[in-house]
């Protein structure tokens, strides 16, 4: 029996095909009521991390397949510049908003968190690790090097802060009364990145995923800037 | 149909050259940027400038931003290999995210708002 699951876990991209068809299992699950709230990326990574553990599989393994997945972020990103350009009027028609928006989310963001993270006692990793967790990962791993922070976990906290804002984010702004495309999609990009944009996409909200789009790439570029100034100050 | 297979593998190589574009034109300017970022602004420039025609690129970016959350599976399970650093510090980590992104998230939608608002009043 182990030798034959090890055989057929040996196939080359074996985690990659796996992957793939347990992310579209875990999307067919949320037809059944009871789990229909609890999003696919969490059924499906739990599934995952359920099934290494079971069979002793190493992440590197698993990963040396399913990275190329993850190479796919690259190319989904330069992407996000397709709604943008789909309502590039709407965008110019606010660019002070947008402009404004960007930079209070970025310095709230930073100084909050940062905040929150001191009360709570949390070390300095952590503390450095944390800082760029609004932002896409690709950018966020940078920041996180370049503050001396520790990237791998900065990618974890990028994933979990994308999926709470992505997963609260339109249910807490309607209940604020927030009333334009503009500003749900810039809140919403701020602080979840590409996860909190793709519901949006998802929503079928274009005008929000346009906004959202350009927020994360202004957001990133501002706290790739403005992490290491903080840094050097409360150091 | 096989026009729109044709135009998705078009499609993908051109987001995937942009990238790498952007990641040698960040190179040479010294920056520490992400490729994918810099992709990102070229594209839209090339996408404005009507340099890249629309009909070429609209499948595969549509396809990618589709199935965008499934790209992010790989590094989910990665938490495995922090497991226990997260265990031990959840509750300091969980919070800061949860607390610094509602505050930011509220406050960043009431600003833009206002600003909005008072630019559509002052337009009519």
Redesign the interface.
């Known amino acids: 029996m182990i030798e034959f699951v090890q055989k057929i876990t040996d196939i080359p991209l074996f985690w990659l095909v796996a992957?793939?068809v347990i992310?579209r299992i875990s999307q067919s699950i949320g037809a059944f009521r009871y789990i229909k709230k609890v999003?696919?990326?969490?059924i499906?990574?739990g599934l995952?991390?359920f099934i290494?553990?079971k069979l002793s599989i190493s992440?590197e393994d698993?990963?040396s397949d399913?990275?190329y997945?993850?190479y796919?972020?690259?190319?989904?990103?330069?992407?996000?510049?397709?709604?943008?350009?789909k309502n590039?009027k709407m965008v110019a028609?606010?660019k002070?908003?947008?402009l404004?928006?960007t930079l209070?989310?970025t310095v709230?963001?930073l100084i909050?968190?940062y905040l929150?993270?001191q009360w709570?006692?949390?070390?300095n990793d952590?503390t450095l690790s944390?800082l760029s967790?609004?932002i896409?990962?690709?950018?966020a791993i940078?920041v996180s090097k370049?503050i001396g922070g520790?990237p791998?976990?900065t990618?974890?906290?990028v994933?979990?802060?994308?999926l709470?804002?992505g997963l609260?984010?339109h249910r807490?702004?309607r209940a604020?009364k927030?009333?334009?495309n503009?500003?749900?999609g810039?809140?919403?990009g701020?602080?979840?990145h590409?996860?909190g944009t793709?519901r949006c996409?998802e929503k079928k909200q274009e005008q929000q995923?346009a906004v959202g789009?350009l927020t994360i790439?202004l957001v990133?570029?501002l706290t790739?800037v403005l992490a290491p100034i903080l840094v050097k100050f409360i150091l | 149909m096989k026009d729109k297979f044709i135009y998705l593998i078009i499609g993908f190589l051109i987001l995937i050259a942009l990238q790498y574009t952007g990641g040698l034109i960040a190179q040479l300017m010294g920056l520490k940027f992400p490729s994918a970022l810099m992709g990102m602004i070229l594209f839209a420039l090339l996408l404005h400038f009507k340099i890249l025609p629309e009909r070429l690129i609209e499948h595969a970016c549509k396809l990618l931003l589709d199935k965008m959350v499934l790209f992010f599976v790989p590094i989910f399970v990665g938490i495995v290999l922090y497991f226990d650093l997260i265990a031990k510090n959840i509750i300091p980590i969980l919070s800061s995210i949860v607390i610094s992104t509602l505050i930011t998230m509220i406050a960043t939608a009431i600003i833009v708002d206002f600003i909005v608002e008072r630019n559509q009043q002052s337009n009519d």
């Open positions: 992957t793939v992310y999003p696919p990326i969490i499906a990574s995952l991390i290494l553990d992440y698993y990963n399913a990275c997945i993850t796919l972020l690259g190319p989904a990103t330069v992407a996000l510049a397709y709604p943008f350009f590039f028609k606010n002070k908003a947008i404004v928006g209070s989310a709230i963001g909050s968190v929150v993270a709570l006692n949390a070390n952590i944390l967790k609004s896409t990962t690709p950018i940078e370049n520790i791998a976990l990618a974890c906290i994933a979990i802060t994308g709470i804002g609260s984010g807490v702004l604020l927030i009333k334009h503009i500003s749900i810039l809140a919403i701020a602080t979840s590409v996860l793709s996409i995923a789009g790439a990133g570029l790739a």
